[in-house]
């Protein structure tokens, strides 16, 4: 039996001149505020092809491929969120602009190919003997393959007070609260020294807002990058190493922070130390969950019906021996994709290099390839001390690549020209060829010096 169609009935985000600001270099403008969708229908139990739980960036770009990979099948996507899909990027940039923007498909997209939407309604049951889901309101949906994209939430501080002054960041209506409060407030602390951290710090101070970072380990992202790199990354805002928070209160118009060696008097708190994958659906209907649900390169998991997409899942990756699980626009976009073709019945396999990057303000980090610190480190650079390359070495190959403030493709990268003497033609354009390399062409200060520009 087919369920009832859902309606979608979602218009385009506008500003007006009425509120707070999201640009820090128009702060006349008012933050985004999309219209609310309207309440879905009431929609009969019935069955469906596929089924998507997760609304976000993965489970929008599984729907596309699954649509266009078999134009008959019924789809339905499910998100607990009121908002269509939207990719997250932007949202730590403060850019009303970006945000606006931040709606890929357009939300009339769904209804005009077919795919039912239901938004605001979070699924809170498995059964996989009968392949049903159960939602939160009580009805039941049947599926011919399930697809888990349901992300991760921010890791939280147990002794985080309620406080509209307190925030993290994750969804969009997060992000429409923090800019409305750094419309008002002039001092600002940023508890944890991650790339979500410092997007806000770098938009903050941008916008004239006094910023301090409270970080519990000695440099910036410690996980992510070498110390040389760090030292780049950490320039523009005040930071404190070492610093462990100890306590949030809030005192009138005012956040009081306390760590072990002082105290802090803000006006207004993000709290960025990380996510934590949402693997309750999977782990309560017994899927392989070890720190993310348990995929194969295709997205399967342990139950041949149900496939998982996204920063939920741990997966192969390239260049490594292990699971991983990233967290990164990549991975939604392309392995989102892949799990949609593997639904609807092709065969496809998520095997990219892992790459990322980071938009700080004026600087701009990208990450391709595996970074592991207990890797070798060769560092090339220009006469720019923020424009470098860093090249990751284990077992005498280049396992990765980091290069801050060179705003190109990675088939640009000066690692592929150091190799090729800036000839990116052929297999040199592909960046897996890097990664094949023997160490020694990072050992060419000459040649990596020479292509190494912002």
Excluded at 81 to 106: A, N
Aim: glycine share 8%.
């Amino acid at each position: 039996m087919r369920m009832e169609a859902l309606s979608l009935n979602i218009t385009p985000p506008s500003t007006s001149a009425a509120a707070p600001v999201w640009v820090a270099a128009a702060q006349s403008q008012r933050p985004f505020e999309p219209e609310a969708a309207e309440p879905p229908h009431r929609m009969s139990t019935g069955r469906f092809d596929i089924v998507i739980v997760g609304a976000g960036h993965a489970g929008a770009r599984c729907a596309q491929a699954a649509r266009k990979t078999n134009p008959d099948l019924s789809i339905l996507l499910i998100g607990d969120e009121d908002h269509p899909p939207y990719e997250r990027p932007p949202l730590s940039m403060l850019d009303s602009t970006r945000v606006e923007k931040c709606f890929r498909p357009e939300p009339e997209y769904y209804s005009q190919h077919n795919i039912e939407l239901l938004l605001g309604t979070p699924v809170i049951n498995i059964a996989r003997n009968e392949q049903t889901i159960s939602l939160a309101d009580g009805r039941v949906v049947e599926f011919g393959k399930l697809v888990l994209a349901t992300g991760s939430r921010p890791r939280q501080l147990p002794f985080t007070p309620a406080s509209k002054r307190i925030h993290y960041l994750r969804t969009l209506d997060d992000a429409t609260a923090l800019s409305e409060g750094l419309a008002r407030a002039k001092r600002i602390a940023i508890i944890g020294a991650g790339f979500i951290g410092l997007e806000v710090a770098a938009a903050a101070g941008k916008m004239g807002r006094d910023v301090v970072v409270l970080e519990r380990e000695a440099e910036v992202l410690t996980r992510a990058l070498p110390a040389d790199i760090a030292a780049v990354v950490r320039a523009g805002v005040s930071f404190r190493f070492g610093s462990r928070v100890l306590a949030l209160d809030d005192v009138g118009d005012q956040i009081s922070v306390t760590t072990e060696e002082e105290g802090h008097l803000v006006d207004l708190v993000l709290v960025g130390i990380g996510v934590m994958p949402n693997t309750g659906l999977a782990s309560q209907s017994g899927l392989t969950v070890r720190d993310g649900i348990v995929v194969d390169s295709s997205g399967r998991t342990s139950d041949p019906n149900i496939l998982a997409a996204g920063e939920v899942t741990s997966h192969p990756v390239r260049g490594l021996k292990r699971l991983a699980r990233r967290e990164s626009w990549q991975v939604a976009e392309l392995q989102g994709a892949i799990v949609g073709q593997v639904a609807a019945g092709a065969h496809a396999e998520f095997n990219e290099l892992p790459w990322f990057c980071s938009d700080q303000g004026s600087l701009y980090i990208q990450i391709v390839g595996s970074i592991d610190q207990e890797n070798d480190w060769v560092f090339r650079h220009n006469s720019n001390p923020r424009s470098l390359c860093a090249f990751s070495i284990e077992a005498q190959r280049i396992r990765g690549c980091c290069y801050p403030n060179f705003r190109a493709r990675y088939s640009d990268c000066p690692a592929v020209n150091c190799r090729t003497g800036g000839d990116r033609s052929g297999q040199a354009r592909r960046p897996s060829f890097l990664f094949t390399q023997p160490a020694s062409i990072a050992m060419s200060k000459s040649a990596a010096m020479g292509h190494c520009r912002r």
